[in-house]
């Protein structure tokens, strides 16, 4: 059974930064795509970020430049630094692992920014 499990959500104020980081345990293929999905009240779940296993990278246009995904392939642990946070990036941030057609999902970590 797989488990992903968030950490690092909170408060901020616009200008600030938080890092996310996301722990999956349980049986994982070495070859796997991790990522971060983004979901604000009254809208539907979006793409923010992904990495796979060997390290490539998508981001959202809303956050290229201001947002850095990695990842630790020997902890199975992937990260999202934050930088220059707007209140438009508050949401409930939900982590993503895939392994083939197989998507496993974190409980969501909440996000706000606000002054």
């Known amino acids: 059974q797989v488990q992903l499990v968030e950490s690092g959500g909170g408060l901020v104020q616009p200008g600030g930064s938080l890092r996310l980081s996301c722990a999956a345990s349980?049986?994982?293929?070495?070859?796997?795509?991790m990522g971060w999905y983004r979901q604000a009240p009254g809208k539907q779940r979006e793409l923010v970020a992904t990495?796979?296993?060997?390290?490539?990278?998508n981001y959202a246009d809303s956050v290229k430049g201001r947002f850095t995904i990695s990842r630790d392939n020997a902890k199975n642990t992937v990260y999202l630094q934050m930088n220059s946070l707007q209140p438009e990036d508050t949401a409930v941030y939900y982590c993503?692992?895939?392994?083939?057609?197989?998507?496993?999902w974190g409980q969501g970590t909440q996000v706000t920014v606000s002054s």
């Open positions: 990495i796979t296993s060997g390290r490539s990278t």
């Open positions: 993503n692992l895939r392994v083939l057609m197989t998507n496993y």
């Open positions: 349980g049986i994982i293929r070495s070859i796997n795509t």
